[in-house]
C-alpha cells in the first residue's frame, strides 16, 4: 500500500527555519517524483514546491510565493522528501501535504499524506 | 502562470439531484503531441486531504463511483455529480498539472 507521512511541522517564530519530511513506503521512492502542497486554514490549496526524480534530473521547481525560502530535496536511499523552509512569515501558516503522481509519468496527485502544520504566529 | 477559476464558489444542491462544477484555465492544457488536457479534480472532505477523482479531465480513478464525470477540453472543463448523495459533500478542486507551478482552482463547495 503507498503510504506518505509527513513530519517535522510545528509552531515556529516568524523568521526561523524548519525543515518537513516526507516518508515514502509502498513503492519504489526514487521511481516518482514528489510535490508539496499547502493549505492555509480554511482556504483553498497551493502548490509549493516539486522535486522530480533522478531519471528526470531531480529538477526542482518552486511557487514564487516562497520561491528563494524554500528549498526541496530528496534522499532516495531513505525513501524522504524534504521541504526546508527558512525565513518564515506567518503566511506560510498552513497545513503542509506530500503528494505523490498516480504514475511514474502520470503527473495527477493521486496520493496524499495526512499533512503537517506549521504554525508562524504573527 | 496558469490562472484557474472555478464557479461557483459554492452551491446547494438537493439530494438526488446534479451539482455542475466549472473550471476556466488562463491558457490551453491540451498538449497537442499526445492530445491530453492536463487537468485534474479532485475531492475534499472536512478534516481529510483530498483526493483525486479524475485525472486527464475525463478519465476517473477507478474507485470512484460513475455519477462523477469530468469534460472539457483546452481551456474549459467541468466536473459533473449527477445523482448527489449525502456523502458527495466537499470542496472541490481543478488543478492544471501542464506546467509549472501546477495551478489549482479557488474550490468550489457543494452543500445539500
Known amino acids: 500500500e503507498v503510504q506518505l507521512v509527513e513530519s517535522g511541522g510545528g509552531l515556529v517564530q516568524p523568521g526561523r527555519s524548519l525543515r518537513l519530511s516526507c516518508t515514502g513506503s509502498?513503492?519504489?521512492?526514487?521511481?516518482?517524483?514528489i510535490t508539496w502542497v499547502r493549505q492555509a486554514p480554511g482556504k483553498g490549496l497551493e502548490w509549493v514546491c516539486f522535486i522530480g526524480s533522478k531519471t528526470y534530473g531531480e529538477t526542482t521547481d518552486c511557487a514564487a510565493s516562497v520561491g528563494g525560502r524554500f528549498i526541496i530535496s530528496r534522499d532516495d536511499s531513505k525513501s524522504i522528501a524534504y521541504l526546508q523552509m527558512t525565513s518564515l512569515k506567518s503566511e506560510d501558516t498552513a497545513v503542509y501535504y506530500c503528494?505523490?503522481?498516480?504514475?511514474?509519468?502520470?503527473?495527477?496527485?493521486?496520493?496524499w499524506g495526512q499533512g503537517t502544520l506549521v504554525t508562524v504566529p504573527s | 502562470d496558469i490562472v484557474m477559476t472555478q464557479s461557483p464558489d459554492s452551491l446547494a444542491v438537493s439530494l438526488g439531484e446534479r451539482a455542475t462544477i466549472n473550471c476556466k484555465s488562463s491558457q490551453s492544457v491540451l498538449y497537442n503531441s499526445n492530445r491530453k488536457n492536463y487537468l485534474a479534480w479532485y475531492q475534499q472532505k472536512a478534516g481529510q486531504p483530498p483526493k483525486l477523482l479524475i485525472h486527464?479531465?475525463?478519465t476517473r480513478e477507478s474507485e470512484v463511483p460513475d455519477r462523477f464525470s469530468g469534460s472539457g477540453s483546452g481551456t474549459d472543463f467541468t466536473l459533473t455529480i449527477n445523482s448527489l448523495q449525502p456523502e458527495d459533500v466537499a470542496v472541490y478542486y481543478c488543478?492544471?498539472?501542464?506546467?509549472?507551478?501546477?495551478?489549482f482552482g479557488q474550490g468550489t463547495r457543494v452543500e445539500i
Open positions: 503528494t505523490r503522481g498516480r504514475g511514474v509519468v502520470e503527473p495527477a496527485a493521486g496520493y
Open positions: 486527464w479531465a475525463s
Open positions: 488543478q492544471q498539472y501542464y506546467k509549472t507551478p501546477r495551478t
Open positions: 509502498g513503492f519504489t521512492f526514487g521511481d516518482y517524483a
